[in-house]
Nanobody, 127 residues
Framework: QVQLVESGGGSVQAGGSLRLSCAAS????????MGWFRQTPGKEREGVAG???????IYADSVKGRFTISKDSAKNTLYLQMNSLKPDDTATYFC?????????????????????WGKGTPVTISS
């Protein structure tokens, strides 16, 4: 059974940092595409960052240079380091996994949907 469990969300002031984690189980983590998405009430879900199984990464323009996606294959854990946070980054952040290594399609072009999703972790940035 696939499980994705996010943690690390919280409330910080603008300019601060947070690191989100996503503990994965039930699928071959090393061969899957992994991604981070975010959503606020009344808005469409937005791709934030993705990493293919070969380690190639993709970022939304809104977070490029501030966020870093990474993974620890030994721990089956995905991370999102978020620096220089802004109030516009306030959202619930979701981890996702998919066997098709199409991070650019999912994250930047918002085409299709990844197969497996976590329940999300909330992030609030105050000004």
């Amino acid at each position: 059974q696939v499980q994705l469990v996010e943690s690390g969300g919280g409330s910080v002031q603008a300019g601060g940092s947070l690191r989100l984690s996503c503990a994965a189980s039930g699928f071959p983590f090393n061969s899957y595409c992994m991604g981070w998405f975010r959503q606020t009430p009344g808005k469409e879900r937005e791709g934030v960052a993705g990493i293919n199984s070969d380690g190639s990464t993709i970022y939304a323009d809104s977070v490029k240079g501030r966020f870093t996606i990474s993974k620890d294959s030994a721990k089956n854990t995905l991370y999102l380091q978020m620096n220089s946070l802004k109030p516009d980054d306030t959202a619930t952040y979701f981890c996702a996994a998919d066997p098709r290594n199409l991070a650019d399609m999912y994250i930047r072009r918002n085409v299709g949907t990844m197969d497996y999703w976590g329940k999300g972790t909330p992030v609030t940035i105050s000004s």
